[in-house]
């Protein structure tokens, strides 16, 4: 890397320890008994912070400041004790909670959005990928931009944004023209994707299978088990943003696998809006395959957030195959996959089978492959059935 005003030039990195020297120090303020602390530490640590300290809140919101006064206070002293880069709320305060709370303690603060949006800028490869990630969060600070003109309008002083209302107004005028020239831009590469998928149908004929399911369940260390693509898989959350295709043969039989970007419990609306194209390839494929992390102790909620979001993006009333990865790590997996085979048929009666797999040992891993090449095969048939009659729905 060259270029003036760059501090890597003068020292340049040369242990690990000092990569993590560069991290941002943060404090969370999260409840250290929910169920979902785990997974704020390990966001903190993919967006690469240093949580160093933590304010514990397991109450409901306030209506005027989310964590309410006595533990805005204690935020504020913790603040100046720690000097933090940043401060992140593991919640969902409105943009005025929000606005209230950065302007108390004038420091940056993140909400629960805003660190997943910072981990997809992170991983955020391709030209598709920084679009969508870059029209989440203008969508996201839109948001903000307004809660900033509604409260300067009110009278109130102001300091954290520094500029006055016109100027913000101008900001939001800006964020409208640019969240316009990305929408045009991701149509283009929309359709063209769109065409790709077709003259690939059209070529290969092949069933199409999208893997899907919750960060870090193993969706992409099980298409690297099918194929030899090699693709990044990780302990971080949302290693893949984007999806990749690849042909799969097993016994005389082939498909196409697709691996998609994971979910998270409350999924950020911005991101499911700004990334529908990308979503849309379980919408598009003839089965999704959910893979589970079977050895977590909470993997029948995620089961049911990943279901939510099926739903929530339009995949509902078709099959669905359930993989139950990671058994590895268990010494006994005949019980879980029962649990998850009960609760995915009462929250999903189309599911049409579960089985357990290791994507790491290869255990079951054709077993899987070959009965979801078979349930797509099938849909598959079914689809071209329903095109030529007026019944075809339109995905
Ligand atoms: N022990 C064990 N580890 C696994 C297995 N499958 C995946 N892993 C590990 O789990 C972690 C997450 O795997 P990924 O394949 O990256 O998960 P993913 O679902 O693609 O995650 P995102 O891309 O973040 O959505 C990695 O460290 C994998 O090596 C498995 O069957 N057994
Ligand atoms: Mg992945």
Redesign the pocket.
């Known amino acids: 890397m060259s270029g003036l005003g760059c501090p890597l030039n003068k020292n340049p990195i040369s242990t690990r320890k000092e990569v993590r020297d560069l991290r941002k120090k943060a404090i969370l303020v999260a409840c250290p008994k929910a169920q979902d602390y785990q997974e704020a530490l390990a966001l903190c640590e993919t967006a690469e912070l240093e949580v160093v300290a933590t304010l514990p809140f397991c109450r409901s919101p306030h209506p005027a400041t989310y964590i309410g006064p006595g533990r805005l206070n204690r935020l504020k002293e913790m603040v100046e004790e720690e000097k933090p880069d940043i401060v992140v709320i593991f919640g969902n305060p409105k943009p005025s909670q929000l606005y209230r709370i950065m302007k108390e303690l004038n420091l940056e603060v993140w909400d629960r959005t805003s660190l997943i949006l910072k981990i997809f800028e992170l991983h955020s490869g391709s030209k598709e990928a920084k679009l969508q990630t870059e029209l989440a969060r203008l969508k996201y600070e839109l948001t903000l931009a307004r809660e900033y003109i509604r409260n300067v309008k009110k009278g109130e002083q102001v300091h954290f944004l520094g500029p006055g209302e016109y100027a913000v107004e101008y900001v939001i005028r800006a964020i409208h023209k640019r969240m316009k020239k990305i929408e045009r831009e991701l149509d283009k590469i929309k359709r063209m994707r769109e065409n790709q998928k077709k003259r690939r149908a059209k070529r290969l004929g092949l069933p199409e299978i999208a893997i899907t399911?919750?960060?870090?369940?193993?969706?992409?260390?099980?298409?690297?088990a099918l194929s030899r693509l090699g693709?990044?898989?990780?302990?971080?959350?949302?290693?893949?943003?984007m999806p990749k295709h690849t042909k799969v043969w097993v016994d005389g039989k082939e498909g196409i696998f697709i691996?998609?970007?994971?979910?998270i419990e409350g999924i950020p609306p911005q991101i499911i809006e700004a990334f529908h194209a990308t979503l849309a390839e379980i919408l598009y494929s003839d089965l999704a395959l959910l893979?589970v992390?079977g050895?977590v102790n909470d993997v029948k909620d995620k089961m049911a957030s990943s279901l939510a979001t099926l739903a929530e993006i339009g995949y509902t009333g078709r099959p669905l195959m359930i993989a139950v990865?990671?058994?590895?790590?268990l010494e006994e997996y005949n019980d879980v996959v029962e649990e998850i085979r009960d609760e995915a048929e009462r929250l999903y009666p189309w599911t049409v089978d579960v089985i357990p797999?290791?994507?790491?040992?290869g255990?079951n891993i054709k077993r899987l492959a070959k009965k979801s090449i078979d349930v797509a095969e099938k849909y598959h048939k079914l689809l071209d059935e329903m095109k030529r009659s007026e019944g075809y729905p339109h995905y």
């Not at 919750?214 to 298409?223: F, M, P, V």
């Not at 691996?259 to 979910?263: A, E, L, S, Y």
Request: net charge negative; aromatic share 10%; with cysteine.
């Open positions: 399911g919750y960060t870090c369940a193993g969706k992409t260390a099980l298409i690297n693709l990044k898989e990780g302990p971080e959350m949302f290693t893949t943003i691996d998609t970007v994971g979910f893979v992390d050895s990865n990671k058994v590895d790590l797999i290791s994507a790491k040992t255990f």
